[in-house]
T-cell receptor, first 113, second 111 residues
């Protein structure tokens, strides 16, 4: 049973560019959340998608946007990249209503230069 | 408010018990979690406890929850070098909502 898959694993972008990160949830899960983990910090909640809608959002600017597809997979888009956006981006999937089932992917390491 | 705090470092000898502590502020938390992160990897769920429980045991892991003091702890019995990692405490803020994490405790196990 495949867990949460994220792609790409590593990415280097230039300041001002745009980036798209992808996530496939664990089989049977319908909810996808995205987290940003800066070096030496705990993961920070960006937003959560369920039924192709943004259900909750953390304290991140509008440059961070997302999408969920009918097959439950999800994308995270970041526009106008800043050096401070360099981080590990983690995707977590769960089944709505089952709060004990948050499964994380291995993450995408984004470096902005 | 939403805040989860952990001590940053813990060093133990192989075979000893490790106790990692966490305090949280949201009294309406439903589930509390312990995740493990090894270098360069994502987060691995170790265990969770529902907010109406006081204790949960799972093999070498024991979770204690003191709701009055908003204090959560993770005890690892017979700690091994493979347990060296960063451990994150997390709480759900509103059922089905965002998971709030602490800064993580780096556990170093010396042979």
């Amino acid at each position: 049973d495949a867990g949460v898959t994220q792609s790409p694993t590593h990415l280097i972008k230039t300041r001002g560019q745009q980036v798209t990160l992808r996530c496939s949830p664990k089989s049977g899960h319908d909810t996808v959340s995205w987290y940003q983990q800066a070096l030496g910090q705990g993961p920070q909640f960006i937003f959560q998608y369920y039924e192709e809608e943004e259900r909750q959002r953390g304290n991140f600017p509008d440059r961070f946007s997302g999408h969920q597809f009918p097959n439950y997979s999800s994308e995270l888009n970041v526009n106008a990249l800043l050096l401070g956006d360099s981080a590990l981006y983690l995707c977590a999937s769960s089944s709505i209503g089952f709060d004990y089932g948050y499964t994380f992917g291995s993450g995408t390491r984004l470096t902005v230069v | 408010g939403e805040d989860v705090e952990q001590s940053l470092f813990l060093s133990v000898r192989e075979g000893d018990s490790s106790v990692i502590n966490c305090t949280y502020t949201d009294s309406s938390s439903t589930y509390l979690y312990w995740y493990k992160q090894e270098p360069g990897a994502g987060l691995q769920l170790l265990t969770y406890i529902f907010s109406n429980m006081d204790m949960k045991q799972d093999q070498r892991l024991t979770v204690l929850l003191n709701k009055k003091d908003k204090h959560l702890s993770l005890r690892i019995a017979d700690t091994q070098t493979g347990d060296s990692a960063i451990y994150f405490c997390g709480e759900i803020y509103n059922q089905g909502g965002k998971l709030i994490f602490g800064q993580g405790t780096e556990l170093s196990v010396k042979p």
